[in-house]
């Protein structure tokens, strides 16, 4: 029997053995069938690069290349980047486990609360800085706000302090976190932190005693604070302010 050659619409039987055999090779046919553009996939991805380069390696563009595809197939989805720091942000706000409110645990709840979402803001390196530039638009991030809302009412904060305590505790938080992750990756704080506190005390020492004399007797105290100490002791200290009258 003669071949029929390509030019009359067939492959060769090589070619038509090998187009079988693929049928079974699953990387030809997830290629075959490429995963469609969904906002849920660009948020992955987006937060897939902050985790690895950091918040200011994330471009529209660096979101499209890695699903394969041209920054106009985004905007179909997500209309511009201030639009994209806000679903992450949501994306974030919504991992956050908001507690039934208890009058007796109020602070103890609204503070692993904020640090629920500090840690979130800390996994992903410099994230923070979005929340500390823009209103939040999500309703992920809004969950937040009545969560911590219905902590303090139940406690009997009255509403408008609790309405500034919350958007005290979230600027704080925001800025807390995008300063730490000025200094690097959570494990590259972990190892210098000790290293700069030693530094700074000795630093604060040199200071002349007769003009700094508080600053040098105290350097140690005022270099203190590991872990998240801090952060702790600063929203402690921003929500006991409202105790409610007994």
């Not at 706000?145 to 009255?158: F, K, P, Q, R």
């Not at 270099?223 to 100490?229: D, K, L, M, N, V």
Request: hydrophobic content about 45%; proline content about 5%.
């Amino acid at each position: 029997m003669v071949e029929r050659s390509a030019s009359h619409g067939l492959v060769s039987r090589d070619r038509w053995a090998a187009q079988i055999a693929a049928l079974d090779d699953p990387q030809s046919s997830s290629r075959s069938r490429k995963a469609p553009i969904t906002v849920d996939r660009i948020v992955d991805v987006a937060l897939q690069l902050v985790e690895a380069e950091g918040f200011d390696a994330l471009t529209m563009r660096r979101v499209a290349a890695a699903l394969q595809t041209g920054p106009a197939s985004l905007y179909a989805h997500v209309r511009n980047k201030a639009a994209l720091d806000d679903l992450l942000i949501g994306e974030l706000c919504a991992r956050v486990m908001l507690p039934v409110p208890d009058p007796d645990q109020w602070q103890a709840q609204i503070i692993d609360v904020c640090g629920q979402l500090r840690d979130q803001f800390l996994r992903y390196q410099g994230i923070s800085h979005a929340a500390l530039a823009a209103a939040p638009n999500s309703l992920d991030t809004l969950r937040i706000n009545e969560g911590m809302l219905a902590i303090l009412l139940a406690a009997g904060v009255s509403v408008q302090s609790a309405a500034w305590a919350i958007d005290a505790a979230y600027l704080y938080l925001s800025a807390y976190s995008f300063e730490v992750s000025l200094r690097g990756k959570p494990s590259e704080v972990a190892d210098e932190r000790s290293l700069d506190r030693d530094e700074a005390i000795e630093r604060l020492r040199m200071l002349p005693a007769n003009r700094f004399p508080n600053t040098v007797t105290y350097a140690r105290e005022l270099a203190a604070g590991e872990g998240h100490e801090r952060f702790d002791f600063t929203l402690g200290l921003l929500f006991r302010g409202l105790t409610p009258p007994r």
